[in-house]
């Protein structure tokens, strides 16, 4: 038997075009939002339900890769975000707001599983490249909230000797931290000295070796676990190491 939500949260096919749902109470914004993604290939609309309730219905019926959901579809965001996720466990989240979050609803949020955050006045350009990104299991959340999230971690970590799996070289920890503190990978390979290709090989196999999806896991597991260094980051190894 299938569970709730199974349709909606299944994965696409490689090469298949990413599917949409738009939530959001304004119909003109869904008649905009429309017209962007119908010149954009492989982004396939596949449902503009304009309540909570409708929402809730589509996210069930309806196969899905990212939902736009629109905050002001309900008073209370975060519970109406667990009741998504419950029903369409895997599918990703892109929470629309009409004006910036506080901490800590951006912290709720990112915890209930939200995948990015973006001002529904985002330009089409950026929206586009949000859902591209957020399908393909990469986080949309700025440095801010990238730094409230690590500072709200960091006060859960329990610091101590990491156990052998988690020790990390030198390089690895410096990009670990660089990650923490919300670097972008040119951002890193600047510091670093060395190129994106670079950076993203090691953060492939850090991925692999912790089991996590991408950088915003990434940075919460490390937190969690005490491996990101606060404030004064590792020297950089010498060049070659």
Not at 74 to 86: H, M, N, V, W, Y
Not at 121 to 128: A, D, G, Q, R, Y
Not at 200 to 213: P, S, T
């Amino acid at each position: 038997m299938s569970e709730p939500g199974q349709a909606a949260g299944n994965v696409a096919q490689a090469g298949a075009p990413i599917r949409v749902i738009l939530a959001d109470t304004q119909s003109l914004y869904r008649v905009g939002i429309r017209k962007i993604f119908a010149s954009e290939d492989g982004i396939q609309l596949v449902a503009q339900p304009e309540t909570l309730g409708h929402t809730l219905e589509a996210v069930a019926k309806t196969p899905a890769d990212v939902l736009l959901f629109g905050a002001s579809l309900s008073r209370e965001p975060t519970e109406a975000l667990a009741q998504i996720l419950e029903r369409a466990p895997t599918l990703k989240v892109v929470l629309l707001i009409d004006k910036p979050l506080r901490e800590e609803e951006t912290v709720e949020c990112v915890r209930r599983g939200v995948r990015g955050i973006v001002s529904r006045s985002i330009p089409p350009e950026l929206l586009v490249r949000c859902v591209r990104k957020v399908a393909a299991g990469e986080p949309w959340l700025d440095k801010r909230s990238v730094h409230w999230l690590a500072e709200a971690y960091r006060a859960q970590a329990h610091p101590g000797t990491p156990h052998a799996k988690f020790r990390l070289s030198e390089k690895e920890q410096l990009i670990v931290s660089l990650v923490t503190d919300g670097r972008r990978n040119k951002e890193i390979a600047l510091e670093l000295g060395t190129s994106e290709q670079v950076v993203k090989n090691y953060l492939r196999r850090i991925y692999e070796r912790f089991g996590v999806a991408d950088r915003l896991e990434l940075a919460i597991y490390c937190l969690q676990h005490g491996l990101a260094k606060r404030g004064g980051r590792p020297a950089p190894p010498p060049a070659g190491a």
